[in-house]
């Protein structure tokens, strides 16, 4: 009777202690199933693209891509030639801490680089509204017009020339004005009877990049498939109707006149063209970059000069 208690506590304490040792787990966390599966998914995930693919260590390109989409990193958006340099500078800076009163448990700040996307920064003239910029207008004429009349200035001689640095009627904040072609059209079917069915010709001259616009890929494909499947029929039924067939393909150069117009369009993801690798779901998007473009094309042409047709 004395002791009972006694043991009824001793026997509460170990089967308490039993428990406590029975859920706690002392393996490290990366020998978890949980880990360990995933860490088993992810391997075959890289092999399944390695297989579809092709092995990326065979690659001669010097951009950098991801394996599967072929995105390629976008010039500018990150320090990738710094990187190297940044992480040693960090690490001196700790080990200088280290020796006066930082602690070891101290995390070192993480590089955030933007690698695969990137906002495009807008120029001050993009960011300002016609009205912001009419405001300005307004208080620089004031201003002149208050000089001009002190100074016994001819207002229409000052009125003649020009007060900003991109002549308002050619351009609108430096982006020169453009005209909607359609009107073009309704003046141009006024002046004319145009014919109602398709004339007979022995040739016919084909836009390439109008053609790989107006046709993209319908479900799963590869750019090879793309091309042999949709691009290549188009052209044999063309073939069969016609005694000549010319393609001609657009060059892009970056300063001409059309690149304006095609920057207005957006910006699109920079993705490295293998026949290979699968088209984009997203075809509009992927044609806004040139350089998409031209490898694209660039692809089709091949094919279209391989065929025997």
Not at 152 to 162: A, G, I, T, Y
Request: proline residues 4%.
């Amino acid at each position: 009777m004395v002791a009972g208690p006694e043991i009824s506590r001793l026997i509460s304490q170990f089967e308490e202690y039993s428990s406590r040792r029975k859920n706690t787990d002392d393996r490290h966390h990366d020998n978890s199933m949980s880990m360990q599966k995933d860490f088993i998914d992810k391997v075959r995930s890289l092999k399944t693209v390695m297989n579809d693919y092709g092995n990326p260590f065979l690659e001669d390109s010097e951009d950098i891509y991801k394996i599967d989409s072929k995105d390629i990193v976008q010039a500018g958006t990150g320090k990738l030639s710094q990187i190297k340099q940044i992480g040693c500078n960090q690490y001196a800076d700790f080990r200088n801490r280290m020796q006066n009163t930082a602690s070891i448990y101290e995390p070192i700040k993480k590089n955030k680089f933007l690698l695969f996307s990137r906002q495009p920064k807008k120029s001050s003239c993009e960011t300002k509204s016609k009205l912001d910029l009419a405001r300005e207008d307004c208080s620089l004429f004031s201003r002149l017009f208050i000089s001009c009349q002190s100074r016994q200035c001819d207002l229409e001689e000052f009125f003649s020339h020009e007060n900003q640095k991109f002549p308002p009627s050619l351009s609108q904040s430096g982006k020169i004005n453009i005209g909607v072609k359609s009107q073009l059209m309704e003046i141009l079917e006024a002046k004319g009877d145009l014919p109602r069915e398709e004339p007979q010709t022995d040739m016919v001259v084909v836009d390439g990049a109008a053609m790989v616009n107006s046709r993209p890929p319908r479900g799963t494909y590869t750019f090879d498939e793309y091309a042999k499947d949709v691009i290549l029929p188009y052209i044999i039924h063309l073939t069969s109707k016609h005694a000549r067939v010319d393609v001609i393909y657009d060059i892009y150069i970056e300063n001409s006149l059309k690149a304006q117009t095609r920057k207005a369009r957006g910006a699109g993801s920079r993705r490295k063209v293998v026949g290979t690798s699968k088209t984009p779901k997203a075809w509009s998007s992927f044609l806004r970059v040139d350089e998409n473009k031209t490898e694209t094309t660039g692809l089709t042409c091949t094919t279209l000069c391989s065929c025997s047709c």
